[in-house]
């Protein structure tokens, strides 16, 4: 290839957090009180945010304590580590709306941050026990008990009790030691909103996605939007219809990248081979003036992210080796002499070689090529992995 190409990099070993989202029912106690006291948790939330957005300057996370934390305790009764996390909450949410220039941050939903002095949990029969404002709450996990057998025994530090779209839902980050295999190849991904193009070395699978489905769906949201554009948000029956197709469209691109996701993990470990993707600290840097529309835009960022964030947490969970690869000029170099691409339509040919190729394939050659050559360049990185990383 001419030039130089760029460097991929290997996700390092260590300890990673895997979160366990489970849709949960309170067994002991109301949910109604529940509820009552998420309520109050956010209400107090609201009220520091309020009141640390009109200072000039944000207080020290001490000054924060000094400011707030007696309140907390004694007008919304929460419990000590309770209002701490509630201030450091909101001291971050302000922080970052700053930092991003952005409105004053404003909390919809139900959500309480617990940590392992408010809340316990009982992996033998996953049961969580909460305790927000002096009373308890006994939560059962409603999920396939095998699903969460391969979360017993690993540590935990907090637990993230959440109120969405009428269903209770609890989140426990676990630890995760990651000890890849050495792989003895890579796959090589490739994604856009039609398929993801998945190359080992001597052959391209195209997995369909369904994210060209979720984009007409937010593409319905936003024609309501322009049809009704004074009254969309103070008529209850059309802002449900846009929130429903939003809620659609995202459910439809988590459950396509999760589905995605393991595939291609499974596949990679049953090979040996570790999977190669695009590094996203290389990505949408800015958006082409001639490129998709907005919309189209923004949902592939979030279908890619969620993508890429997806096959990390497998990758991590499996033990599979796991390269970044920089994206610069992956859909424009020919894989094969590194000359610049030509570009018709989805198609793509080298005027210097004579390859004529689809565009995603190229991409993913390109990716493939770079991941291998950063494993070669690494001393021991390839080789044959333990039969039981097969």
Same mark, same amino acid.
């Given at each position: 290839?001419?030039?130089?190409?760029?460097?991929?990099?290997?996700?390092?070993?260590?300890?990673?957090?895997?979160?366990?989202?489970?849709?949960?029912?309170?067994?002991?106690?109301?949910?109604?009180?529940?509820?009552?006291?998420?309520?109050?948790?956010?209400?107090?939330?609201?009220?520091?945010?309020?009141?640390?957005?009109?200072?000039?300057?944000?207080?020290?996370?001490? +000054?924060?304590?000094? @400011?707030?934390?007696?309140?907390?305790?004694? +007008?919304?009764? =929460?419990?000590?580590?309770?209002?701490?996390?509630?201030?450091?909450?909101?001291?971050?949410?302000?922080?970052?709306?700053?930092?991003?220039?952005?409105?004053?941050?404003?909390?919809?939903?139900?959500?309480?941050?617990?940590?392992?002095?408010?809340?316990?949990?009982?992996?033998?029969?996953?049961?969580?026990?909460?305790?927000?404002?002096?009373?308890?709450?006994?939560?059962?996990?409603?999920?396939?008990?095998?699903?969460?057998?391969?979360?017993?025994?690993?540590?935990?530090?907090?637990?993230?009790?959440?109120? /969405?779209?009428?269903? =209770?839902?609890?989140?426990?980050?676990?630890?995760?030691?990651?000890?890849?295999?050495?792989?003895?190849?890579?796959?090589?991904?490739?994604?856009?909103?039609?398929?993801?193009?998945?190359?080992?070395?001597?052959?391209?699978?195209?997995?369909?996605?369904?994210?060209?489905?979720?984009?007409?769906?937010?593409?319905?949201?936003?024609?309501?939007?322009?049809?009704? *554009?004074?009254?969309?948000? !103070?008529?209850?029956?059309?802002?449900?219809?846009?929130?429903?197709?939003?809620?659609?469209?995202?459910?439809?691109?988590?459950?396509?990248?999760?589905?995605?996701?393991?595939?291609?993990? !499974?596949?990679?470990?049953?090979?040996?081979?570790?999977?190669?993707?695009?590094?996203?600290?290389?990505?949408?840097?800015?958006?082409?003036?001639?490129? *998709?529309?907005? @919309?189209?835009?923004?949902?592939?960022?979030?279908?890619?992210?969620?993508?890429?964030?997806?096959?990390?947490?497998?990758?991590? /969970?499996?033990?599979?080796?796991?390269?970044?690869?920089?994206?610069?000029?992956?859909?424009?170099?020919? *894989?094969?002499?590194?000359?610049?691409?030509?570009?018709?339509?989805?198609?793509?040919?080298?005027?210097?070689?004579? @390859?004529?190729?689809?565009?995603?394939?190229?991409?993913?050659?390109?990716?493939?090529?770079?991941?291998?050559?950063?494993?070669?360049?690494?001393?021991?990185?390839?080789?044959?992995?333990?039969?039981?990383?097969?």
């Amino acid at each position: 290839m001419r030039g130089r190409a760029a460097a991929a990099r290997l996700l390092p070993e260590g300890t990673y957090s895997i979160a366990l989202k489970a849709e949960a029912e309170v067994v002991e106690d109301s949910l109604n009180d529940l509820l009552w006291d998420m309520n109050v948790y956010r209400y107090a939330v609201q009220r520091i945010v309020d009141t640390l957005w009109e200072l000039d300057k944000l207080p020290t996370l001490n +000054q924060a304590h000094q @400011l707030f934390y007696r309140v907390l305790r004694e +007008q919304y009764g =929460l419990l000590g580590r309770t209002a701490k996390q509630a201030y450091k909450y909101a001291l971050a949410l302000v922080k970052g709306a700053r930092k991003n220039g952005g409105s004053k941050p404003v909390l919809r939903r139900l959500s309480v941050r617990l940590d392992m002095y408010q809340a316990s949990l009982d992996a033998e029969n996953w049961l969580v026990r909460v305790n927000i404002r002096g009373k308890r709450y006994t939560l059962k996990l409603k999920h396939d008990p095998g699903y969460l057998s391969k979360y017993k025994g690993r540590r935990w530090y907090e637990v993230i009790v959440k109120w /969405e779209h009428g269903r =209770l839902w609890i989140v426990i980050p676990f630890r995760w030691e990651y000890k890849p295999y050495k792989p003895g190849g890579v796959i090589a991904l490739d994604a856009n909103l039609r398929d993801v193009a998945v190359y080992d070395g001597a052959s391209v699978r195209f997995l369909a996605t369904r994210f060209d489905q979720a984009l007409g769906l937010k593409k319905y949201a936003e024609k309501v939007q322009k049809k009704h *554009p004074r009254t969309w948000k !103070r008529s209850r029956r059309l802002l449900e219809r846009v929130r429903r197709y939003h809620r659609r469209s995202r459910n439809i691109v988590l459950d396509s990248v999760r589905k995605l996701a393991l595939n291609i993990v !499974r596949r990679a470990r049953r090979m040996g081979y570790a999977v190669a993707v695009e590094d996203l600290a290389g990505l949408w840097r800015g958006r082409s003036r001639n490129g *998709p529309s907005r @919309l189209t835009w923004v949902l592939s960022r979030f279908a890619y992210g969620k993508l890429m964030q997806t096959i990390i947490a497998k990758a991590v /969970e499996h033990g599979v080796p796991l390269l970044l690869v920089d994206p610069r000029g992956t859909s424009t170099t020919c *894989p094969r002499c590194g000359s610049k691409l030509e570009a018709d339509g989805r198609t793509v040919h080298c005027p210097r070689c004579g @390859l004529w190729v689809d565009r995603d394939y190229a991409a993913a050659m390109n990716i493939h090529r770079r991941a291998m050559s950063t494993l070669t360049g690494m001393r021991g990185a390839l080789g044959s992995p333990d039969r039981g990383a097969r």
